[in-house]
Nanobody, 119 residues
Framework: VQLVESGGGSVQAGGSLKLSCKVSGYIANSYCMAWFRQPPGKGREGVASIWTTDGRTNYVPSVKDRFTISQDNAKNMVYLQMNSLKPEDTGTYYC??????????????WGQGTQVTVS
């Protein structure tokens, strides 16, 4: 299984970015995917998760109503639309997949990360 993130970059506060995660390989008949972020010098934080079977989502309160996680099962893609970005959203964003662990960093498969900088 391979996860590859893309779409990171530098934006001004209030701007938007859309992250993408391409999934290659078989994970399971039913699994979850999630986005995590790691600010500079801090631990990894769960941002959003989605159950690929029925699309149920979960968000950390700090991004609710600003970020949206979505999936395209036909393309094996998961997205994170980030609006109204704040400087505190800065960090390396990781895509993760496996059994459903919500926003806990217990996922088996991880991408290499993509940098998001908000100034």
């Amino acid at each position: 299984v391979q996860l590859v993130e893309s779409g990171g970059g530098s934006v001004q506060a209030g701007g938007s970015l859309k992250l993408s995660c391409k999934v290659s390989g078989y994970i399971a008949n039913s699994y979850c995917m999630a986005w995590f972020r790691q600010p500079p010098g801090k631990g990894r934080e769960g941002v959003a998760s989605i159950w690929t079977t029925d699309g149920r989502t979960n968000y950390v309160p700090s991004v609710k109503d600003r970020f949206t996680i979505s999936q395209d099962n036909a393309k094996n893609m998961v997205y994170l639309q980030m609006n109204s970005l704040k400087p505190e959203d800065t960090g390396t964003y990781y895509c993760a997949a496996s059994g459903c662990y919500g926003l806990r960093p217990l996922y088996r498969y991880w991408g290499q990360g993509t940098q998001v900088t908000v100034s």
